[in-house]
């Protein structure tokens, strides 16, 4: 039987206003509201569930409504809930949106500063029912410490997503990474902390020689994906441990579509490729990947964040079943 996937992060409300341009100091505006669930932990289960993989979400909930509707949301995506009961509100995201799809958050942590390595180790037997175990950073590192470390006592692949950009990463919370997917932002910002130069504005057009040296150095011993938005990801693998693949590094395109909404597209990136390794572990990873910037770019198509995730009937509807894509 196929392995599962283990999310360990964090459940946001977000409460989203698109503007004609995002607020400056002192400025008030009128702008279209909704809200929905949301925060990179819950988006990514969605992405992985509904990408066919069996999920399990480590996440912190406040008593409140919030909370509610991250139980039945889960229930209704048959995500399996191992939720720490806080008396801190559920977290919360205020999210503007522009004409250009720009976005400024603020997150409100809340319940999601309380999940703990303790509540983590409560997992106990799932490990090892778990192919991949994901997390990003709207949780605190020693809770992912530990989900990483329990992972690599059962031989699961950990995928760290270091997002978001202003949050640390522990260097031994990076020893413990197999992979991890950055954005340009996040991926300049972690370099920069490691006092190496990258600036996000050229990265995308870095030579491919240039771009992998500088993955090699953010994890000299892991795969390293940065996300490039409608430019699709680049893939750096580190010597001897190519995944199936048989170029060291290289680039995957995205398809064109009409995106208009981006918010919680590198979170569909995550989940789908978590999928993706848990169900075939021994495909190549450019399979994986490919499929990956396929559903993210399916994914901006739609409004929200976790309710946006296509399902993996829609993506191959619309894109193929992959099988072609294989580069090994
Ligand atoms: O990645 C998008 C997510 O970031 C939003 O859903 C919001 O909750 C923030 O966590
Ligand atoms: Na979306």
Not at 108 to 118: F, W
Not at 231 to 256: E, I, N
Not at 300 to 305: D, H, K, N, S, W
Request: glycine letters at 12%; a negative charge.
């Amino acid at each position: 039987m196929a392995k599962g996937v283990i999310v360990v992060g964090s459940f946001n409300v977000d409460h989203v206003w698109s503007v004609a341009t995002l607020p400056r100091p002192g400025e008030t505006l009128a702008g279209e509201y909704r809200s929905g669930p949301g925060g990179k932990g819950f988006n990514q289960a969605v992405a992985a569930a509904r990408s066919g993989a069996a999920v399990r979400f480590a996440c912190a909930l406040g008593d409140d409504a919030g909370g509610q509707l991250a139980r039945g949301l889960a229930a209704a995506d048959g995500i399996e809930l191992h939720a720490l009961d806080s008396s801190a509100p559920t977290g919360t995201a205020g999210i503007y949106v522009d004409r250009e799809g720009r976005n400024s958050i603020v997150i409100g942590p809340g319940a999601n500063a309380m999940l703990s390595a303790a509540h983590v180790r409560g997992l106990g037997s799932c490990l090892a029912e778990a192919g991949v175990v994901l997390a990003q950073l709207e949780s605190p590192a020693e809770a992912i410490r530990e989900a990483f470390a329990l992972a690599r006592d059962h031989g699961a692949v950990t995928l760290l997503n270091p997002a978001p950009a202003d949050a640390e990463v522990p260097p031994e919370l990076w020893a413990l990474t197999d992979l991890a997917t950055p954005n340009e932002t996040e991926f300049c910002t972690q370099l920069q902390r490691l006092r190496v130069a990258a600036d996000p504005a050229t990265v995308a057009g870095l030579a491919d020689a240039e771009l992998h040296a500088l993955c090699r150095r953010l994890l000299p011993h892991g795969t390293v994906v940065v996300t490039l938005g409608a430019a699709g990801c680049f893939v750096s693998h580190a010597p001897g441990s190519l995944r199936g693949d048989r170029a060291a590094c290289y680039r995957q395109p995205a398809p064109r579509v009409d995106a208009i909404d981006t918010i919680g597209a590198g979170d569909a990136f995550n989940g789908a490729l978590a999928a993706a390794l848990a169900l075939a572990p021994g495909a190549s990873f450019a399979g994986h990947a490919a499929r990956a910037v396929h559903y993210a770019a399916l994914s901006t198509e739609r409004r929200g964040a976790a309710a946006a995730m296509p399902r993996a009937h829609e993506l191959t509807g619309r894109f193929g079943d992959f099988s072609d894509n294989d580069r090994s």
